[in-house]
């Protein structure tokens, strides 16, 4: 079956770019939303963004001045590039595919997450 | 955005025990909305979609509720695997946004 995998690296300084890739095995998320969810040390979930399998962006207006989020058809890959971190922006990155039913939208598949700890 | 809040934000429950938990929208979100349970160090797992449907593989003893701006989880008979972390979450615009999480522990 269709499974996610996060990779990246899991520490970076302060003012840097945090870059993560989202492997696709098993399958494609052709049809679907690629997206990036975080979660901070202890808190709740952060919707960051999704990307169609067209190439078709929406962010989060919060993150919206320092997120990227790309497509790779060819390595069934998805990306995110998050500019100008803080300590605010440690977090537990998650990238899940968001599904359609008729007009009802959910993730239902996840990967396991990848911890991201900006620090110098 | 739209703002989800949940309650309780925590609670203490015993193995059998028949569970409730809501989650208000800040504006109407028709059935737009999804409930996700999540273990200690595990991603979220999708429990419900459309309000009241069922994900595949779900045990039949979780069950959802609501429309408009009101919505209910029900855990109809608690078992040990379902201590664990409750996000609601509105898939009716962008931004999404979850509620802030139900933490269910063992009484």
């Known amino acids: 079956q269709v499974q996610l995998q996060e990779s990246g690296p899991g520490l970076i300084k302060p003012s840097e770019t945090l870059s993560l890739t989202c492997s696709v095995s098993g399958g494609s998320i052709s049809g679907s939303y690629g997206s990036w969810i975080r979660q901070p040390p202890g808190k709740g979930l952060e919707w960051i963004g999704y990307?169609?399998?067209?190439?078709?962006?929406n962010y989060n207006p919060s993150l919206k001045s320092r997120v990227t989020i790309s497509l790779d058809t060819s390595k069934k890959q998805f990306s995110l590039k998050l500019g100008s971190v803080t300590a605010a922006d440690t977090a537990v990155y998650y990238c899940a595919r968001e599904k359609g039913s008729g007009t009802y939208w959910f993730s239902d598949l996840w990967g396991r997450g990848t911890l991201v700890t900006v620090s110098s | 955005d739209i703002q989800m809040t949940q309650s309780p934000s925590s609670m203490s429950a015993s193995v059998g025990d028949r569970v409730t938990i809501t989650c208000r929208a800040s504006?109407?979100?028709?059935?737009?909305l999804n409930w996700y349970q999540q273990k200690p160090g595990k991603a979220p797992n999708l429990l419900i979609y459309a309000a009241s449907s069922l994900q595949g593989g779900v045990p039949s003893r979780f069950s959802g509720s609501g429309s408009g701006t009101d919505f209910t989880l029900t855990i109809s008979s608690l078992q040990p695997e379902d201590f664990a972390t409750y996000y609601c979450?509105?898939?009716?615009?962008?931004?999404?946004?979850f509620g802030q999480g139900t933490k269910v522990e063992i009484k």
């Open positions: 990307i169609y399998y067209s190439g078709n962006t």
């Open positions: 504006q109407g979100i028709a059935t737009h």
């Open positions: 979450q509105q898939g009716y615009i962008i931004p999404r946004t």
